[in-house]
C-alpha cells in the first residue's frame, strides 16, 4: 500500500473505508470481458453511494431506489438519462418533483398498479412522456404478477405519454445457481413472447438484475468465469432478444472497498484471545456472516507472518453487545494496540447494513483513491450523535 495512505489510515481517529476506483475499473473491464458484447450494465447504487461518480462513466445506468439515493446522483450531476428510478415505495412528493419540470429524461419503474397509475396521471397532469419499465415479480412483495402486468400491456393505449420500454425483473442476490438463471430467463423468455403473441407488444428492452454472486469467505471461492460464461450462453439463447440491461451491485462493488479498523485493545479470558476494535457490526456487515460464522480476508497492515501463529483470536467490534463479533478463530501475525486489521472485499452493502445508530458511536472516515494516486476523503467521520441527540421540538 501507498505510505501516505497507510499512515493516514493509521492515524485516523475512527475505523476507514477506502475505496479503489482503479480496481472497479478493471472489475468492470473484467465483468464486459465475460459477458456478450451488446448487453448494457447498470449500477444499482444501493450497493454502495460513494463510488458513484467513479462508477458513472463505467456504466450506462444507475438504479435508484430512493429519494435520498435520487439525491445523492443529483448531487454529484448525474445525467437523468442514466436513471432508472426504482423503489417498491416511490414517495409520492418526490415523483412530482422529480418529473414536473420536464426535465427527466430517465426511466421510471412501475412496481405496482397504483404506481403506474400515479406516472400515468403526472404525465398528463403535467404534459410530459415518461418511460417506464413494469417490474415482473418474483413472488414476493416486489413488482406486479404477470396478470397485473398483462393488464397495463393490453391497455397501453390509454396512456400516449407513456411509452412501456419493457420489463425490470429481481429475483435476489448472491445468486450461484446456474439452473436458477436458466429457469428465470426461460420464464423471462416465454413471458415476452406472450406479451408480443397476445397484446402486439414487443418490449424494447428487458432489465434484469443478476444478483450476481460474491465469494466473502475462505473455503467459498466460486469459478465466476465459468458461471458468467454459462448465464452468457443463456442470454444468447434466448428467442425475444430485446436489449438487455443487467442490473448490478454487489458484484461491481464488493472488490474495490476495503474496511480498516484499529486494534484498540487486547486480552484473554478464560484462554480465548480477544482483540478488540474501534468498528463493529455498526461499520461493517458481510452477507451471511452472522455471528461471524464465517471468515472473511483480514490481514493486518504492514504484518505479514514470519513464524507459525498459534493464536486463534476473536476479534469484537466496540459495540456493548455479544453479538459483536467480527471474525472467530483468526490466526494473525503478532498484534498490538494500534495496529489496523484490514477486512477485504468491502465495497458492497458491507458499510450501509450495519447499525449505524445502536449504541451512537462514531462512523466510519470514507477515502476514495484513483490509479493516478490520488486519494480524497469522500466523508469526515461522521458525527452520529447528532441524529441521536433529541431535539425536543414542541408539536402540541
Ligand atoms: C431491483 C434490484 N436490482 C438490483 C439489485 C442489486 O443486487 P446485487 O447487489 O445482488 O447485484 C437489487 C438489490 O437488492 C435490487 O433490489
Redesign the pocket.
Known amino acids: 500500500m501507498d505510505a501516505f495512505l497507510e499512515q493516514l489510515i493509521k492515524e485516523s481517529p475512527t475505523a476507514a473505508y477506502v475505496f479503489d476506483a482503479a480496481v472497479l475499473k478493471d472489475r468492470m473491464a473484467f465483468l464486459r470481458k465475460a459477458l456478450p458484447q451488446d448487453i448494457a450494465l447498470?449500477y444499482?447504487v444501493?450497493?454502495n453511494t460513494f463510488i458513484i461518480k467513479e462508477a458513472e462513466p463505467l456504466v450506462e445506468r444507475l438504479?435508484i431506489?430512493s429519494p435520498g439515493e435520487a439525491a445523492v446522483c443529483q448531487a454529484l450531476d448525474v445525467d437523468s438519462r442514466k436513471m432508472v428510478i426504482?423503489g417498491v415505495y416511490k414517495t409520492p412528493a418526490f415523483i412530482e418533483q422529480l418529473v414536473s419540470g420536464g426535465t427527466f429524461e430517465g426511466i421510471l419503474?412501475a412496481e405496482s398498479p397504483l404506481q403506474y397509475a400515479m406516472f400515468c396521471r403526472l404525465a398528463s397532469q403535467y404534459h410530459i412522456p415518461l418511460r417506464v419499465l413494469l417490474?415482473l415479480t418474483n413472488n414476493s412483495q416486489?413488482g406486479m404478477d404477470a396478470a397485473a402486468v398483462e393488464t397495463i400491456v393490453r391497455e397501453r393505449e390509454q396512456h400516449p405519454l407513456i411509452t412501456l420500454a419493457g420489463i425490470?425483473y429481481?429475483s435476489?442476490?448472491?445468486?450461484t445457481s446456474v439452473g436458477k438463471y436458466a429457469r428465470e430467463l426461460r420464464a423471462l423468455d416465454s413471458f415476452l413472447q406472450k406479451l408480443r403473441d397476445s397484446y402486439g407488444y414487443t418490449a424494447q428492452e428487458l432489465e434484469y438484475?443478476?444478483?450476481?454472486?460474491v465469494s466473502y469467505f475462505a473455503g467459498e471461492e466460486l469459478d465466476e468465469s465459468a458461471l458468467l460464461q454459462e448465464f452468457s450462453a443463456l442470454l444468447n439463447g434466448m428467442t425475444v432478444r430485446p436489449k438487455i440491461i443487467l442490473?448490478?451491485?454487489?458484484?461491481?462493488?464488493a472488490a474495490c472497498g476495503t474496511y480498516y479498523t484499529h486494534i484498540v485493545d487486547i486480552k484473554e479470558n478464560k484462554g480465548q484471545a480477544y482483540a478488540l476494535t474501534d468498528g463493529g457490526m455498526h461499520h461493517i456487515v458481510y452477507f451471511g456472516q452472522s455471528m461471524a460464522m464465517k471468515q472473511p480476508y483480514v490481514s493486518v497492515l504492514g504484518k505479514t507472518a514470519e513464524a507459525p501463529i498459534e493464536t486463534f483470536w476473536t476479534v469484537c467490534g466496540s459495540l456493548c453487545t455479544m453479538n459483536d463479533i467480527m471474525v472467530k478463530q483468526l490466526q494473525l501475525p503478532p498484534i498490538a494496540i494500534g495496529d489496523v486489521l484490514c477486512f477485504e472485499r468491502a465495497g458492497?452493502?458491507c458499510m450501509t447494513e450495519g447499525l449505524s445508530l445502536f449504541l451512537t458511536r462514531e462512523l466510519p472516515a470514507v477515502y476514495i483513491t484513483r490509479a493516478d494516486g490520488t486519494v480524497y476523503q469522500v466523508r469526515r467521520p461522521f458525527d452520529v450523535q447528532s441524529l441521536n441527540v433529541p431535539v425536543y421540538e414542541k408539536i402540541k
Open positions: 447498470c444499482a444501493k450497493a438504479e431506489c426504482s419503474t417490474r416486489f425490470q429481481f435476489g442476490t448472491q445468486k438484475g443478476t444478483g450476481f454472486p442490473e448490478i451491485g454487489r458484484s461491481i462493488a458492497a452493502y
